[in-house]
């Protein structure tokens, strides 16, 4: 069974720029959530999907970030204009079910904002 | 959103040494995960604890939920090259769905 897979895995833009990435999880897994690790601190929520219903999106930074989750299978994420501080790892996660914690992961995308 | 410290940050260790790591909470939680991220990859998960007080174990892993439920606790017994990686505690949101992260323990294990 394919795991999470999520494109590009390393992506370069400079400032003002526009970049989508794009996961694909697990298929039956209703339960999509995007994350984001800056180098040296935690994995931070970003938001939530139950098939393409955005579930929570509290963890958005703000409104230059725009996730979307099509026929609630494939997710993207665009950020637009692209600033130097959203530089980091972004993890797609997918899981069966809610509450257990059990979150399957992709490889991530290394997003570089120079 | 909630906090979650783990501590060490990092630890240097030589192959065959037990290590202990541990993470607190400003708040109760009632479920706690490890998740260890080898690297170039995502994370996944260890072990998952549900119960205060409970005890689990995962091969040479055993992790723990602390009484009070602000706490847990991740020991590697004999440790060998593969379990280098960063070690993540993990605990539920408010609601359920969606769950933070800690900082992260970098492992490096020395032959």
């Known amino acids: 069974e394919a795991g999470v897979t999520q494109f590009p895995s390393h992506s370069v833009i400079e400032k003002g720029q526009t970049v989508t990435l794009r996961c694909d999880p697990i298929s039956g897994h209703d339960n999509l959530y995007w994350y984001r690790r800056v180098m040296g601190k935690e994995i931070k929520f970003l938001l939530h999907f139950v098939k393409e219903s955005k579930q929570d999106e509290s963890g958005m930074p703000n409104n230059r970030f725009l996730a979307e989750r099509t026929g609630g299978t494939y997710s993207t994420l665009k950020v637009q204009p692209a600033e130097l501080e959203d530089s980091g790892v972004y993890f797609c996660a997918s899981s069966q079910y809610l509450n257990t914690g059990e979150l399957f992961f992709g490889e991530g995308s290394r997003l570089t904002v120079l | 959103g909630q906090q979650l410290n783990q501590s060490p940050q990092s630890m240097f260790i030589q192959e065959g040494e037990d290590v202990s790591m541990n993470c607190t909470s400003s708040?109760?939680?009632?479920?706690w995960l490890w998740y260890k991220q080898d690297p170039g990859e995502g994370p996944v998960l260890l072990i998952a604890?549900?119960?205060?007080?409970e005890l689990t174990s995962n091969g040479r892993l055993t992790a723990q939920f602390g009484i009070t439920r602000k706490d847990s606790f991740l020991n590697i017994s004999a440790s060998i090259p593969s379990d280098v990686g960063i070690y993540f505690c993990a605990g539920p949101g408010r609601s359920g769905n969606q769950f933070y992260f800690g900082t992260g323990t970098s492992l490096t294990v020395i032959p």
């Open positions: 708040s109760i939680f009632n479920t």
């Open positions: 604890l549900y119960k205060a007080g």
